[in-house]
C-alpha cells in the first residue's frame, strides 16, 4: 500500500526529557510525538529526526517526518489535533506532505545550534531576579570570560577535522571528521551565545568544543592544543573539555 510522507516542523523545551531519541526506562521527545501519531492513525509509526539532541537540550525549529498508509485530515487540522495531545513543551509549528524521498536526518546539509551562558558577575542587581527562570535555558558561570580569547579558540575549530577528542561513547573505528561551517560567539546582555552551524555533531561535540573554549579564555592551556588535538596528534585533556550543562543548549534549525 503506498504511504504518505509527512514532514512536521517543531520546537520543544528538553528540559524534563532524555533528549530526542526514544528511551525505554525514559521519556523522549522521539517517544512522546510517536505516542499521539499512533493514537491518531491507528497504526504503528515511526519518527525520523533531523539528529539526536542531548538529555535536557531544547530545539527551536527541529525538523522530523513519517510515513503513514492513510491520512484523512489535512496538514492544519493535524498540527491541531496533535497540539491538543502533546504536552505543552513540545509544539508542532508545521506539518506538510514530503517528497517520496525526503528524509529529516539524510535531507540534511547542516544543522545549526546556539548555546547561551549567562556570567553572573555581569548581572545588576535588577537582572538577577530573572536567574530563576533563565537558568532553565542557560548556563550561570561564577567568574568573566575574556572575549577576545574566546573568540580565538572558536577559531581554531572551524573547517573540517577529526573531533575525536571532543565527543564520547565511540569505537575508535568510527568516522570523526565533520566540518564547522562556523563557530561565532557574542556578548548579549550579562552574557555570551554561541553561534555553531556544521555538517553533523558527533554526542557530546559542542558542549565539549565550548568547554574548551571557555577553559582557554581562562588561560588554562596553550592555543596550540587544539591544533594538536584536531589532528589527533595528542590527546585533548578530559578535564578541559567536560561537557557544559545541555540546558544551555539550542537546536535552531536545519538546512536541506
Known sequence: MEETNLRLTLSFDGSSYSGWQRQKNAESIQG????SL????????????????????????????????KTKFSPEKLIYILNRRLPEAIRI????????????????????????????????RLSARWLPFCSRYS???????????????????????SFKNFSYGYKNSMNFVRRIHYLRVSEKGPGVVFFIKGTGFLNGMIRSIISACINYSRGCYEIDLI??????????????????PARGLIFKRGFF
Do not use: W
Open 32 to 35: 512522546e510525538i510517536e505516542k
Open 38 to 69: 499512533e493514537a491518531i492513525f491507528k497504526e504503528h509509526v515511526r519518527l525520523d529526526g533531523i539528529g539526536r539532541t542531548d538529555a535536557g537540550a531544547h530545539a527551536l525549529s527541529y525538523t522530523a517526518n513519517f510515513r503513514v498508509k
Open 93 to 124: 509549528h508545521t506539518a506538510e506532505i514530503a517528497p517520496e524521498d525526503f528524509h529529516s536526518r539524510f535531507s540534511a546539509v547542516a544543522r545549526e545550534y546556539i548555546y547561551s551562558i549567562i556570567i553572573i558577575p555581569r548581572l545588576s
Open 139 to 161: 548556563h550561570l558561570i561564577r567568574d568573566d570570560i575574556d572575549i577576545t580569547r574566546l573568540r580565538q579558540a572558536c577559531s581554531m575549530f572551524r573547517g573540517e577535522h
Open 227 to 244: 591544533e594538536r588535538a584536531l589532528e589527533e596528534k595528542t590527546v585533548f585533556p578530559v578535564e578541559l573539555r567536560a561537557p557544559v
